[in-house]
């Protein structure tokens, strides 16, 4: 079992950043794929970026490429999503995933990959 817990989300300025926390439970956590997904109203929940927990590879969504980071400390059992250059559109609840295994990149994208989820943290982006 995988409890997660997110944080640091909030309101800025375009242009500005945030940095999200995963903070996970569970003996498998350090060793399990971690992915960020965001839901904007309206919209279909998207992925955002993925590390893997054997190797550390990261993946990232087309919309948040080379702004975005994604990053696992394993002594800490957390998660984290540096948020830079922030954009109007990037505002949505965000969401932290845990899966098992090795999924394939492809798979690694898919929400129904990931068995445990959390609460969500909002993230608002306006002047």
């Known amino acids: 079992q995988v409890q997660l817990v997110e944080s640091g989300g909030g309101s800025v300025q375009p242009g500005g950043s945030l940095r999200l926390s995963c903070a996970g439970s569970?003996?498998?956590?350090?060793?399990?794929?971690v992915a960020w997904f965001r839901q904007a109203p309206g919209q279909e929940r998207e992925f955002v970026a993925a590390?893997?927990?054997?190797?550390?590879?990261?993946y990232y969504g087309d919309s948040v490429k080379y702004r975005f980071t994604v990053s696992r400390d394993n002594g800490k059992n957390t998660v984290y999503l540096q948020m830079n250059s922030l954009k109007n559109e990037d505002t949505a609840v965000y969401y932290c995933?845990?899966?098992?295994?090795?999924?394939?990149?492809?798979?690694?994208?898919?929400?129904?990959?990931?068995?445990?989820w959390g609460q969500g943290t909002q993230v608002t982006v306006s002047s």
């Open positions: 590390a893997r927990g054997s190797t550390g590879m990261t």
């Open positions: 995933a845990a899966g098992s295994g090795s999924p394939t990149s492809s798979f690694l994208r898919y929400a129904s990959t990931y068995t445990y």
């Open positions: 569970g003996r498998t956590f350090n060793t399990s794929p």
